[in-house]
């Protein structure tokens, strides 16, 4: 089934340590998105990238960072973890970056900070 | 500032009765909205959705209602199910623009 897949489910980092979280997919959408969710908050758009077209937004922290190779992978790169950044990573994906579409989610990260 | 806002962060219902959860936008630009349904440790997927130029869709025992003028959009479930219980989040995006705008999530609980 084509799909949006993250790995890895859960993640544990110290402090300080840089990670990074993957999220790959079949579905051939040109735009390809992470959000971070924390507890009962929405989730809340760090970036998207349409084809390879880099989009940040502006109250993202620098200490987020990402790259996609290619059309079925992205990754995001926390440099360094704060326990502040303990969330819920959601990657999702959409055939078009406006318009009539849905976005399509993977099952997330949930990184925890230590 | 939150665009999309969904005031009530929980609601149970009893198993066969209707469900019925609200969602309110600021941003009038927005002309397509949706619904995701999430499970705890997972994401969300993608339930059910409506344009602007529609007032109603319906799918099953879901029903999203539209009402432009007042900003406000509720998804109706009937008859509920304990396999409802999720939470449920609301959903936005504009023509011109790249993003979903979220809101905060209602959580449902069905009572059988």
């Known amino acids: 089934d084509a799909m949006v897949i993250q790995n890895p489910r859960y993640q544990v980092t110290q402090f300080g340590k840089p990670v990074t979280l993957s999220c790959s997919q079949t579905?051939?959408?040109?735009?390809m998105y992470w959000y971070q969710q924390k507890s009962s908050q929405a989730p809340k758009l760090l970036f998207h990238?349409?084809?390879?077209?880099?989009?940040n937004e502006a109250d993202t922290p620098d200490n987020f960072q990402s790259r996609r190779p290619n059309t079925s992978f992205c990754f995001l790169d926390i440099r360094s973890p704060g326990l502040g950044d303990a969330a819920m990573y959601l990657c999702?994906?959409?055939?078009?970056?406006?318009?009539?579409?849905?976005?399509?989610f993977g099952q997330g990260t949930r990184l925890t900070v230590v | 500032d939150q665009q999309v806002k969904q005031n009530s962060p929980s609601l149970s219902v009893q198993e066969g009765r209707i469900s019925i959860l609200n969602c309110d936008y600021t941003?009038?630009?927005?002309?397509?909205f949706l619904w995701y349904k999430k499970y705890p440790a997972e994401g969300p997927t993608f339930l059910i959705s409506?344009?602007?130029?529609?007032d109603k869709n319906e799918d099953g025992r879901f029903t999203v209602f539209l009402n432009k003028s007042a900003k406000h959009l509720s998804l109706h479930i009937v008859p509920s199910q304990p396999g409802d219980s999720a939470v449920y989040f609301c959903?936005?995006?504009?023509?011109?623009?790249?993003?979903?705008?979220f809101g905060t999530g209602t959580s449902l609980t069905v009572i059988p």
């Open positions: 959903a936005a995006s504009a023509s011109n623009g790249n993003q979903f705008y």
């Open positions: 579905l051939n959408h040109n735009v």
């Open positions: 999702a994906t959409s055939a078009l970056g406006w318009g009539n579409t849905e976005a399509f």
């Open positions: 990238y349409y084809d390879k077209d880099f989009n």
């Open positions: 941003n009038s630009m927005f002309d397509y």
């Open positions: 409506i344009s602007s130029i529609k």
